[in-house]
């Protein structure tokens, strides 16, 4: 069963958004972030201005730890359950997110370096 949330966008429409675990619930809003491949969530970087990386940046670096502890709970040789599955790819969008913060970029991507559009990213 697909659990998700709905939140209320500014233009009053509804967005579905994937559900997280309970006692994650303060981190509910960013779970736009919990995009299931690299390629998306790079993407959403790099079309997402600094200062909102830095919000979403300095709302998940408290949580990291109790994100990743919570995930250790669960075994490789099973798949995740799907609020798990979300918390995880919330999870690798806050590792993606802190090279633009952590290096002092002025934007979501590396304009000096390899064009974002030219990267291909394989799906495992």
Known sequence: MNQTVNAFKKDNLIETLPALPAQFSELQ??????????????????????????????????????MMAHLDTFTFDQPLPEEQENLKNLALAFMEISHPIELG?????????????????PEL
């Not at 970029?105 to 990213?121: A, C, D, H, M, V």
Request: aromatic share 10%; glycine share 4%; proline share 7%.
């Open 29 to 66: 809003r960013f779970a736009a972030w919990a995009l299931p491949t690299q390629v998306l969530r790079n993407s959403k970087r790099a079309a997402t201005p600094i200062e909102e990386l830095k919000v979403v940046y300095d709302a998940l670096l408290p949580e990291v730890e109790n």
């Open 105 to 121: 970029w002025k934007q979501g991507y590396n304009t000096l370096g390899f064009p974002i559009s030219r990267l291909e990213i």
